[in-house]
């Protein structure tokens, strides 16, 4: 199986300033690495994928890293804006998906 | 418009009684599933389904039932079985029956009175 941990709860962060979000996973075997934006009473949004053969994937404003060796799994979120206040959580897995609990980011204006 | 879409958004079920939550995707998708999501735990898997009239159970199927008669469609029976049904469930699809990511509906939250 695999067990997925977020490693902070909650995370406020300044208006303008970059976000970190970190994830852990336990099994080495997992390929695929997913990260979901949920706002509150919807579902989760897509926001970057990157698969086990890569250690490193930018979209707009995000970045996804990944430390295969330390099991580890970051977002980073460039210039953060108050829209970007949500919960976001990590996915882990090959064929199906385990999920994390979640990370609340905060943005003060 | 493309997507994945869920309905009721809300749903009340007395004690006892069975309900049905609707999931239906226009992606042509493969795959799909369903999660339940409870506050301060991750997602977990009730069903899946890789292919029509096939589907497998999930980590926590106890008390649930599926059907994939359509591709399109895989709607969810709330039995009188499940012991602790209110909840947030989620559904979702992806293109390859093996792996990737998963795309998510607007979710239902059912409460049970």
């Known amino acids: 199986g695999e067990s997925v941990g977020l490693h902070l709860p909650t995370l406020s962060v300044q208006e303008g300033d970059n976000s970190i979000i970190n994830c852990a996973y336990s099994?080495?075997?997992?390929?695929?690495f997913i990260w979901y934006k949920q706002e509150s009473g919807k579902g989760p949004q897509f926001i970057i994928d990157i698969r086990s053969n890569m250690d490193k994937r930018q979209g707009q404003r995000v970045t996804v890293l990944l430390n295969k060796t330390v099991k580890h799994l970051s977002l980073q979120i460039a210039a953060t804006q108050p829209g970007d206040s949500a919960v976001y959580f990590c996915a882990v897995g090959a064929n199906n998906l385990f999920f994390g609990t979640g990370t609340r980011l905060t943005v003060i204006p | 418009d493309g997507g994945i879409t869920q309905s009721p958004k809300y749903l009340f079920r007395k004690e006892g009684q069975n309900v049905t939550l609707s999931c239906e995707q226009n992606l042509n998708h493969d795959a799909m599933y369903w999660y339940r999501q409870d506050p301060g735990q991750g997602l977990r898997l009730i069903y899946y389904?890789?292919?029509?009239?096939?589907?497998q159970k999930g980590d926590i199927a106890e008390g649930y039932s599926v059907s994939r008669e359509k591709k399109e469609s895989f709607p969810l029976t709330v039995t009188s079985a499940q012991k602790n049904p209110t909840a947030f469930y989620l559904c979702a699809s992806r293109t390859d029956r093996a792996r990737g990511t998963q795309y998510f509906g607007p979710g239902t939250r059912l409460t049970v009175l």
């Open positions: 389904s890789q292919i029509v009239n096939d589907f």
């Open positions: 099994n080495s075997a997992s390929d695929y």
